[in-house]
């Protein structure tokens, strides 16, 4: 079965660059989530959108953005980079299936930031 | 969404059932019980969820205690590969969706 895709997987900047990581939903799948994972840390939920509205909003820094397209693709858009972004950032997907019922959420690879 | 209580570890030998304990003493009536693991650096892999009553599919058995205050995830048959930190969490399916990791427990496998 077709999974969360995330890309890049790797990705290594320098502080005060910015970068962009993309998210590719479970086909049908229609909420995204993005959640980041600090080194020996557990996830913690930064957003989440739904039919390209954004749904819910957790611990995001304010020099991050992120957007959901038409095609349900989303992107995670990071300025300023600071030492402490080095995280692991996961997308997850799930689908409405019925008036504010969200399915279960899973989860992509993962995209590994290291910044410099 | 309410809070779960996890122990931080657990070790299991090979070929036996682990059971993982979580309590969830403040769940209300509409959150459901999920269970996720991850394997080291990767994506976090569902597992089973429920609501009240018991669950079972490929991968696990999940038991539910009758006034929903606790639940008990099994793996039957424990492999080395289940080695992986399991996370309990509830959840309501309406409104806000995200989930709450707390600190899960860290499973061992031991040959």
């Known amino acids: 079965a077709a999974g969360v895709i995330q890309s890049p997987r790797h990705l290594i900047k320098e502080k005060r660059e910015t970068a962009t990581l993309k998210c590719y939903p479970i086909?049908?799948?229609?909420?995204v989530y993005w959640y980041q994972q600090g080194p020996g840390q557990d996830p913690q939920f930064l957003i989440s959108f739904y039919e390209k509205m954004q749904s819910d909003k957790g611990s995001i820094p304010d020099r991050f953005s992120a957007q959901q397209f038409s095609d349900y693709h989303s992107e995670l858009n990071m300025s300023s980079l600071e030492l402490g972004d080095s995280a692991l950032y996961f997308c997850?997907?799930?689908?409405?299936?019925?008036?504010?019922?969200?399915?279960?959420?899973?989860f992509g690879p993962g995209t590994r930031l290291t910044v410099l | 969404d309410a809070k779960t209580t996890q122990p931080p570890s657990m070790d299991c030998a090979e070929g036996r059932a682990a059971n993982l304990p979580c309590n969830h003493s403040t769940i209300s009536g509409n959150e459901y019980v999920y269970w996720y693991r991850q394997i080291h650096s990767q994506g976090p892999q569902y597992i089973i969820h429920?609501?009240?009553n018991n669950e079972t599919n490929e991968m696990a058995s999940l038991i539910i205690t009758e006034d929903r205050k606790s639940s008990t995830l099994i793996l039957p048959h424990a492999t080395l590969r289940d080695t992986a930190v399991y996370y309990c969490i509830v959840r309501d399916r309406t409104g806000a969706n995200n989930l709450f990791f707390g600190t899960g427990t860290r499973l061992t496998v031991i040959p």
């Open positions: 086909p049908r799948h229609d909420t």
């Open positions: 997850a997907s799930s689908r409405e299936t019925g008036t504010y019922i969200t399915d279960t959420q899973y």
């Open positions: 429920g609501l009240k």
